[in-house]
């Protein structure tokens, strides 16, 4: 008897979150149109909306435009009812974002990060979150969850196992949030996050097979796969940063040599400038700034960089056969200045007829691809939640 009434309350809860998807992919829309696209019958559907309603997770609206006949009351996905934090963890600073549940910015902060020492870092997590949460709206849910992407190797239980360019190792910084706020935070690689920020709210939108290349400190790799973020067996997949472009070539903080970040990241362009220009405290804007001027050497450094990210496009073409590669991070503000060399790469060595509807983009969301995704991580969780058990919490 237990049995058959967990069962009974899994598929409302099955069915529950199906109206809900409805409701927020069709927004707005009227009740006997989720039926139709639901494949629920009326009364449930109507049952299970009027719950929705006293949850606050949806809303009522007047009968809409009028086509002759009588005009149905529309449903909307209150996306004001909660909001998400997501943080993206650089090495030299914070980007926190507060979005509604839709993904929507509310109030975004940065802090730069003077030290990578965890605690000087987590300090800095505390006081960003916390200003973040006063300055979240009044809503039903309050804030529904953390989501941080960080520059390293991430576990499937959120543990941050290695980040070599912070030099952390086994950081428990999910435990840490947690048990401060006392709220659902999911810990990911920066470059799965960027990914389904594209995935979901920028340029890899109608994309199933998409590759999104951080290039910022570091190289990280996101992967999704038919519509799947995929992850590996423990969760390590994805660091094509650490993959040797050069042998024998520059010595890598992850023990190999020659490593593609080494040579096609902002560090690499960045170490190669202070060179060129022997100045010390030369940054990303400052190279933008002389390549605009058409500075000669500003232009061939960052050709050159193009030229390294082109040979490490060519290996992701090959291996994964993607319909769309994202360029994200701090090097996408170089696009202007990187699509010709990485092109002239790529086009040189595309097997066209393998890579016949291949895009590739520069991310189209600027530097918030991994912060947002990672709000939407957490909203998704939220709304979605696995197995619906927290649903079925307030069922019982
Ligand atoms: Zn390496």
Redesign the pocket.
């Known amino acids: 008897m237990m049995n058959q009434s967990m069962n009974q309350q899994l598929v409302k809860v099955s069915n529950k979150s199906l109206v809900l998807q409805t409701i927020i992919s069709e927004t707005p829309v009227s009740r006997a149109s989720i039926s139709q696209k639901s494949g629920l019958n009326k009364g449930t559907v109507s049952s299970l909306v009027n719950e929705l309603i006293e949850e606050e997770l949806i809303f009522e609206s007047g009968p809409g435009e009028s086509s002759g006949g009588r005009r149905p009351v529309m449903l909307h996905f209150n996306q004001k009812a909660g909001f998400a934090i997501g943080i993206d963890l650089q090495v030299n600073r914070l980007l926190a974002v507060l979005t509604d549940l839709q993904g929507e910015i509310i109030v975004e902060q940065t802090i730069k990060l003077a030290d990578n020492h965890y605690s000087v870092v987590l300090s800095n997590f505390h006081s960003i979150i916390k200003e973040l949460m006063e300055k979240a709206p009044d809503s039903p849910y309050g804030i529904v969850g953390i989501g941080v992407g960080v520059p390293g190797i991430v576990n499937n239980s959120g543990m941050i196992v290695h980040a070599?360019n912070l030099h952390w190792k086994s950081i428990e910084l999910k435990q840490e949030l947690e048990a401060t706020y006392d709220l659902p935070v999911i810990i990911d690689n920066e470059a799965n996050g960027g990914a389904y920020g594209e995935k979901k709210f920028g340029a890899a939108k109608q994309s199933e097979n998409v590759i999104y290349i951080s290039a910022g400190t570091g190289i990280g790799v996101g992967i999704i796969l038919n519509n799947q973020m995929y992850r590996g067996i423990n969760g390590f997949s994805g660091e094509m940063?650490?993959t040797t472009i050069q042998a024998g070539g520059r010595k890598?903080?992850?023990?190999?040599?020659g490593?593609?970040?080494?040579y096609a990241s902002e560090r690499a362009l960045l170490k190669e400038a202070k060179k060129v220009y022997q100045q010390d405290q030369i940054d990303l804007e400052d190279l933008i700034k002389y390549a605009n001027e058409k500075d000669k050497r500003a232009l061939t450094i960052i050709h050159e960089i193009g030229l390294y990210l082109g040979y490490g496009i060519n290996s992701i073409m090959n291996t994964f056969n993607p319909d769309e590669i994202i360029i994200g991070n701090r090097l996408a503000s170089l696009e202007p200045f990187l699509q010709e060399p990485i092109e002239e790469v790529t086009n040189q060595n595309r097997y066209q007829f393998q890579q016949a509807n291949l895009h590739i983009h520069f991310s189209t969301l600027a530097t918030h691809s991994t912060a947002l995704g990672m709000a939407a991580f957490v909203c998704e969780a939220f709304i979605r939640p696995k197995e619906g058990l927290s649903f079925l919490r307030e069922f019982s």
Not at 252 to 257: T, Y
Not at 259 to 262: F, I, K, R, V
């Open positions: 070599p940063g650490h890598c903080v992850c023990g190999n040599k490593c593609w970040e080494l």
